[in-house]
Every structure is written in structure tokens, then in C-alpha cells.
């Protein structure tokens, strides 16, 4: 049996390649396993969603100097080398941070996964060519995270 | 001897939403400027909207800010449906305050125990905060989902909400929808009256300033939606002259335009600017528990903002109850209307401030131009006002203290600039 994952996409599409967690959310709806998906998710109600009994999949732009378009999955609760990773998001507030409010409050679920998406471009309202060009690869990363569960 | 430049980054995750940076010189001990500056990306938004169809604008300018949606929508649809000669009242009316409640409820609750508490407490974050008072922060979490509640029932999705339109909404909300809302917001009311006391109870720095505070002003109701701008220095006008009273003024440090009030200078939107006109209006709960909490117009210590905060809070949820028991649905989810070319202005009460919105239309309802004025790029210059205040206070602090309280006090006009970015670097030269 397909453990149910709840997929929730971080981001603003009109904030150019912060957008990718919603469009890649998006895209996953109907995998197999997926009992949700929330595309352009306020990262502070993420901190609500992480309480529920569904494993989690956050997907959201990441600012770390990296190649855009490229791809990095962790898992924050297991994992301190991703810290600082994620920090595109308009919010001021991204996947890590949500994840450790979400902790301090009640306990989390038993995998909570990171997709970070590299981007290079957060204005405008389309995604930026390298990351356009990276979203099959975001999808399958999903893909693989919850086919792994 | 040259100036000694000493940057110190306060943050990453900054608790204001967007990105901006302090600078500030001072000569012996004495404060001699101080610079506030916001990244704000070219005007996107307003060149985004040229060209596109008046429907269109409810929702893109929804998406210009996550946690105040709600505003943009509502200043948007308020200047449509002006050039329309449209008149929006009754129940669907009604229904936009609710949904702005919901606004209020949310945007709130995130700031005072997410990003601003945690300041008053000695907390480096909201993170930090809920792992040493787990209690505390869920209360706040339980408001904000209260109002992301309402949003999601009004607005059809908990963000970004699609369901309002020029002329009223595209669905109406049913009875048992509006009743699941009433519970909810029963729920939260307790949570809403100890919010109050909670953050009444914060040590304050002990600081006073006046301003000219401008919000929205009508006789019979606390400002969300209206007509009519006032400010407390006697300005009383009606939303189309906004432009004959306000400009904005590029400033070389900002990419944000700064506001002025022509002929005077600067002014305050926000809660304090709200409470400071509009105080005689709260429900009868919010002003029972401003009472309590030491609260009287005008407030004239902005860190107490929080506690004003608390009572807009909880004067949204009373609000939102009275909205729901005397609703009676309308005839119809809109009312019809006739395209026609002309401008229109709209403005709303966005959580932090005024939201002023105008409109160039043609005769096919085409959008010929924007002009989008936000809360926090009309608060820049008072906030810059209120640190040279504070820092002269503090100007003998270490650093990592100073720009503490700096923060705390740029957190007072919780400033939405995720219509930028987001990190805050502070420079200290003391020469």
C-alpha cells in the first residue's frame, strides 16, 4: 500500500523563479501516494500542515548560490548540512524555518522532505529558463521521495 | 582619520516581510542621520497591469502580497467598480468586511506572536519563542487559522483569494458555511481577549511621538473599507483627491518611492493611525479590552502598537460575529454594471495601513494605467522619524543591542515589503 504524502508547494508565481514550489506542486497532483497538494503555501500555515499524520514533501525555491535549475533533496530533521539553504521565498520565512516552528510545537511527522529547486531570477512572473527547464527533474524528485516511503 | 564603517548583519530571517537595511551616523554619541531604505523591485505590478483587462486585477494584485491579499483585491475592485459609478452595500458589502476580517485576523495574530513578540520577550525569533513557550504561539497559530478560516470560505482559497470580483463576488458563501465560521470564530475569541492582556503586559521602552496619523474615516464603522481619508491633523477628504493631498517622491537610497503629505511631510498609516481617529468606534468588546489594557487615543508610543494590534484583532473577530448573525443573503452574488472609459480610485484599510489603488480605463474596461500605493511606502519616512528617536536612546549600546531595538522598533509599523525581498543589514558609523 502507497503511504499517503501531503505535497505543499512554497512560493508566489508572480515573484519569478520563487514560483517553482507552487508549479511543481501543481504538477504532482495525482502521483500516486499524494493526498494533498497546496500549491503557494504561506509558510507559517506549512507550520499548521506539518502537524498532521501525513508525511510531508515541501518544495520551494532555493537562493543558495548554486547552478540554477539544479536540485537538492534533504531532510531537514535528520540533516543540518541543508541549513540556510532555502531562502527565495518572499515570505521571508522559508521550508527549514517552518519546519522548526512546526517541531517546537507539537511533533512532527515521521519524514518530513525538502525539495529545493535553484533559482536565479525573483521578479517577474515567469520561472526563469534553467529552472523552467528543471521542472520534469523536480517532478521526479517528488516522484522518487514518495515511491522511497 | 577616516570613518570607521562597522556592518552588522542582524539576520537572515528578519521578521519583516521583504527585504530592507539601516543605516545610521553618529558623531559623538549624537545621532546624525539615519537611513531606512527597502528594495523594492522596480514597479512591476503597476507596468504588469497596463493592458490588461479591469477583471484582471482583483487577482493579480492579490498576488503582490501573501499576507495582505485580501487589501489588494479590495482597494483593486473599490477603484473599478468608482469608475464604474458602481456602489457596492447591503449584505455583499458585508460580506467584503468579513473577508477582510479574516485579513485582519491572520495578519495579525502572525505578526504579534510570530514576529513581534518575540522581540518584547527576548527572543531571537517566533522559532525560539514557541520552544520555550509552546502555549503561547499555539494560541496565536489557532487566531491566524480562525482568519485563514474565514479567507478560505470567503475568498475560496485560504491565500490568494479568487472568489471577489468587480461588482461583488462569484459565489456566495451558504448558511452552514457561515455558521462552521461562527464557531470557529467563538473558539478564538478567548484567545483573541488574551492577546490583549498579553501583550499589554510586555515591557515597553518609554518612548512618545506624535504624527499626522491618517487612515480611513466614516461615522459609523472602524475603518476596513470606505470612502473617505482623514488624518488627525484635520485632513478629510474624499478617496479621489488622494493625489491632490499625497505624492510620492523617488529617493535615491530606496527603490520604493517615498510619500509625503504635500505641503507637511510626513505621516502614519497603520493601527496607531486607525485607533488614533476611529477609537470610538471599536466594538464594544475591543474597547472594554483597550481599556483594561491602559489605551487611549492617540497612542503615542509606538511600541505599543502590538497592544493596539490586539485590540484590531479582537475587534475582528467581534466584527466578523456581528457580520454573520445579521446576514441575509443577497438577491444575486453581483450586481450588473456598464464598462466605460474613465479613472477610479479605491483605497482599504490593508492590516498595516492604507492601501491606495487608481486606475486609468478605456472604453473597453482596458487598464491604460496603475498606480498602486502601498502601506509601508507611505510609513518609510515616519519610521525613519521613530529610529532617530530610539537610537538616540540607545546610541551607546553595543551593536547587536542596538540593532535589537532598532529592529523592534521598525517591526512597530510591521512592515510589509515582501513587495520586495527579504534581509536587513545594519550599518553603524560612530565616526
Same mark, same amino acid.
Given at each position: 500500500?502507497?503511504?499517503?504524502?501531503?505535497?505543499?508547494?512554497?512560493?508566489? *508565481?508572480?515573484?519569478?523563479?520563487?514560483?517553482?514550489?507552487?508549479?511543481?506542486?501543481?504538477?504532482?497532483?495525482? /502521483?500516486?501516494?499524494?493526498?494533498?497538494?497546496?500549491?503557494?503555501?504561506?509558510?507559517?500555515?506549512?507550520?499548521?500542515?506539518?502537524?498532521?499524520?501525513?508525511?510531508?514533501?515541501?518544495?520551494?525555491?532555493?537562493?543558495?548560490?548554486?547552478?540554477?535549475?539544479?536540485?537538492?533533496?534533504?531532510?531537514?530533521?535528520?540533516?543540518?548540512?541543508?541549513?540556510?539553504?532555502?531562502?527565495?521565498?518572499?515570505?521571508?520565512?522559508g521550508?527549514?524555518?517552518?519546519?522548526?516552528?512546526?517541531?517546537?510545537?507539537?511533533?512532527?511527522?515521521?519524514?518530513?522532505?525538502?525539495?529545493? %529547486?535553484?533559482?536565479?531570477?525573483?521578479?517577474?512572473?515567469?520561472?526563469?529558463p534553467?529552472?523552467?527547464?528543471?521542472?520534469?527533474?523536480?517532478?521526479?524528485? %517528488?516522484?522518487?521521495?514518495?515511491?522511497?516511503? | 582619520?577616516?570613518?570607521?564603517?562597522r556592518?552588522?548583519?542582524?539576520?537572515?530571517?528578519?521578521?519583516?516581510?521583504?527585504?530592507?537595511?539601516?543605516?545610521?551616523?553618529?558623531?559623538?554619541?549624537?545621532?546624525?542621520?539615519?537611513e531606512? +531604505?527597502?528594495?523594492?523591485?522596480?514597479?512591476?505590478?503597476?507596468?504588469?497591469?497596463?493592458?490588461?483587462?479591469?477583471?484582471?486585477?482583483?487577482?493579480?494584485?492579490?498576488?503582490?502580497?501573501?499576507?495582505?491579499?485580501?487589501?489588494?483585491?479590495? +482597494?483593486?475592485v473599490?477603484?473599478?467598480?468608482?469608475?464604474?459609478?458602481?456602489?457596492?452595500?447591503?449584505?455583499?458589502?458585508?460580506?467584503r468586511?468579513? /473577508?477582510?476580517?479574516?485579513?485582519?485576523?491572520?495578519?495579525?495574530?502572525?505578526?504579534?506572536?510570530?514576529l513581534?513578540?518575540?522581540?518584547?520577550?527576548?527572543?531571537?525569533?517566533?522559532?525560539?519563542?514557541?520552544?520555550?513557550?509552546?502555549?503561547?504561539?499555539?494560541?496565536?497559530?489557532?487566531?491566524?487559522?480562525?482568519?485563514?478560516?474565514?479567507?478560505r470560505?470567503?475568498?475560496?482559497?485560504?491565500?490568494?483569494?479568487?472568489?471577489?470580483?468587480?461588482?461583488?463576488?462569484?459565489?456566495? *458563501?451558504?448558511?452552514?458555511?457561515?455558521?462552521?465560521?461562527?464557531?470557529?470564530?467563538?473558539?478564538?475569541?478567548?484567545?483573541?481577549?488574551?492577546?490583549?492582556?498579553?501583550?499589554?503586559?510586555?515591557?515597553?521602552?518609554?518612548?512618545?511621538?506624535?504624527?499626522?496619523?491618517?487612515?480611513?474615516r466614516?461615522?459609523?464603522?472602524?475603518?476596513?473599507?470606505?470612502?473617505r481619508?482623514?488624518?488627525?491633523?484635520?485632513?478629510?477628504?474624499?478617496?479621489?483627491?488622494?493625489?491632490?493631498?499625497?505624492?510620492?517622491e523617488?529617493?535615491?537610497?530606496?527603490?520604493?518611492?517615498?510619500?509625503?503629505?504635500?505641503?507637511?511631510?510626513?505621516?502614519?498609516?497603520?493601527?496607531?493611525?486607525?485607533?488614533?481617529?476611529?477609537?470610538?468606534?471599536?466594538?464594544?468588546?475591543?474597547?472594554?479590552?483597550?481599556?483594561?489594557?491602559?489605551?487611549?487615543?492617540?497612542?503615542?508610543?509606538?511600541?505599543? +502598537?502590538?497592544?493596539?494590534?490586539a485590540?484590531?484583532?479582537?475587534?475582528?473577530?467581534?466584527?466578523?460575529?456581528?457580520?454573520?448573525?445579521?446576514?441575509? *443573503? *443577497?438577491?444575486?452574488? +453581483?450586481?450588473?454594471?456598464?464598462?466605460?472609459a474613465?479613472?477610479?480610485?479605491?483605497?482599504?484599510?490593508?492590516?498595516?495601513?492604507?492601501?491606495?489603488?487608481?486606475?486609468?480605463?478605456?472604453?473597453?474596461?482596458?487598464?491604460?494605467?496603475?498606480?498602486?500605493?502601498?502601506?509601508?511606502?507611505?510609513?518609510?519616512?515616519?519610521?525613519?522619524?521613530?529610529?532617530?528617536?530610539?537610537?538616540?536612546?540607545?546610541?551607546?549600546?553595543?551593536?547587536?543591542?542596538?540593532?535589537?531595538?532598532?529592529?523592534?522598533?521598525?517591526?512597530?509599523?510591521?512592515?510589509?515589503?515582501?513587495?520586495?525581498?527579504?534581509?536587513?543589514?545594519?550599518?553603524?558609523?560612530?565616526?
Amino acid at each position: 500500500m502507497v503511504e499517503p504524502w501531503t505535497v505543499i508547494g512554497i512560493g508566489n *508565481p508572480l515573484r519569478g523563479d520563487d514560483g517553482v514550489g507552487a508549479v511543481v506542486a501543481e504538477r504532482v497532483r495525482g /502521483l500516486p501516494g499524494v493526498c494533498r497538494v497546496i500549491g503557494d503555501g504561506d509558510p507559517f500555515d506549512v507550520a499548521d500542515l506539518l502537524r498532521g499524520p501525513c508525511n510531508v514533501v515541501l518544495i520551494d525555491a532555493t537562493h543558495g548560490g548554486g547552478e540554477p535549475g539544479a536540485i537538492t533533496v534533504w531532510e531537514p530533521t535528520t540533516s543540518e548540512t541543508a541549513r540556510g539553504r532555502i531562502g527565495a521565498s518572499s515570505h521571508g520565512f522559508g521550508a527549514d524555518s517552518a519546519i522548526e516552528l512546526a517541531a517546537a510545537l507539537a511533533p512532527l511527522p515521521e519524514r518530513v522532505v525538502v525539495v529545493g %529547486v535553484e533559482g536565479c531570477c525573483f521578479e517577474g512572473a515567469e520561472l526563469s529558463p534553467a529552472v523552467a527547464a528543471a521542472l520534469d527533474r523536480a517532478v521526479a524528485a %517528488v516522484a522518487g521521495v514518495i515511491g522511497d516511503a | 582619520m577616516p570613518s570607521e564603517v562597522r556592518t552588522i548583519e542582524v539576520g537572515y530571517l528578519t521578521r519583516v516581510e521583504g527585504e530592507g537595511a539601516m543605516k545610521v551616523v553618529a558623531r559623538d554619541g549624537v545621532v546624525q542621520d539615519v537611513e531606512f +531604505s527597502i528594495f523594492e523591485p522596480p514597479r512591476f505590478f503597476e507596468a504588469f497591469l497596463r493592458g490588461r483587462h479591469h477583471s484582471e486585477a482583483p487577482d493579480i494584485t492579490a498576488r503582490i502580497c501573501g499576507i495582505c491579499p485580501v487589501a489588494y483585491q479590495m +482597494s483593486a475592485v473599490h477603484a473599478m467598480e468608482h469608475a464604474f459609478s458602481v456602489t457596492i452595500d447591503g449584505p455583499l458589502r458585508d460580506l467584503r468586511l468579513l /473577508l477582510y476580517c479574516g485579513e485582519w485576523i491572520e495578519s495579525h495574530a502572525l505578526h504579534i506572536y510570530l514576529l513581534h513578540a518575540p522581540d518584547f520577550l527576548g527572543y531571537e525569533s517566533g522559532i525560539t519563542l514557541a520552544q520555550d513557550h509552546p502555549d503561547v504561539v499555539a494560541r496565536g497559530l489557532r487566531l491566524k487559522k480562525a482568519g485563514n478560516e474565514i479567507v478560505r470560505v470567503l475568498g475560496g482559497r485560504e491565500i490568494h483569494p479568487v472568489n471577489v470580483k468587480v461588482g461583488g463576488f462569484y459565489r456566495l *458563501p451558504t448558511r452552514p458555511e457561515l455558521n462552521h465560521l461562527a464557531t470557529e470564530l467563538d473558539r478564538v475569541r478567548d484567545d483573541a481577549v488574551a492577546t490583549v492582556a498579553l501583550v499589554a503586559s510586555f515591557p515597553m521602552p518609554d518612548v512618545t511621538r506624535t504624527v499626522e496619523w491618517v487612515s480611513l474615516r466614516q461615522p459609523d464603522e472602524y475603518p476596513m473599507l470606505g470612502s473617505r481619508v482623514a488624518s488627525t491633523a484635520g485632513l478629510d477628504i474624499p478617496v479621489a483627491e488622494w493625489n491632490d493631498w499625497f505624492v510620492e517622491e523617488h529617493v535615491a537610497r530606496s527603490n520604493a518611492l517615498h510619500s509625503r503629505i504635500k505641503t507637511r511631510g510626513s505621516y502614519e498609516v497603520g493601527p496607531m493611525a486607525r485607533f488614533a481617529l476611529n477609537a470610538d468606534l471599536l466594538s464594544p468588546g475591543a474597547a472594554a479590552a483597550a481599556h483594561d489594557a491602559g489605551l487611549t487615543a492617540p497612542c503615542t508610543n509606538p511600541f505599543r +502598537s502590538i497592544v493596539v494590534r490586539a485590540v484590531e484583532t479582537l475587534h475582528a473577530v467581534d466584527e466578523a460575529l456581528r457580520i454573520i448573525d445579521r446576514y441575509r *443573503p *443577497p438577491a444575486a452574488a +453581483s450586481i450588473g454594471f456598464t464598462e466605460r472609459a474613465g479613472e477610479g480610485y479605491g483605497a482599504s484599510e490593508a492590516p498595516r495601513g492604507t492601501l491606495f489603488h487608481r486606475y486609468r480605463l478605456d472604453a473597453k474596461g482596458m487598464i491604460a494605467d496603475a498606480q498602486i500605493v502601498p502601506p509601508t511606502a507611505q510609513n518609510q519616512l515616519s519610521i525613519e522619524e521613530d529610529l532617530r528617536l530610539v537610537l538616540q536612546e540607545h546610541i551607546d549600546e553595543p551593536d547587536d543591542r542596538l540593532g535589537a531595538v532598532l529592529e523592534q522598533s521598525i517591526r512597530n509599523y510591521d512592515p510589509c515589503i515582501s513587495c520586495a525581498t527579504h534581509f536587513l543589514r545594519l550599518e553603524v558609523d560612530r565616526g
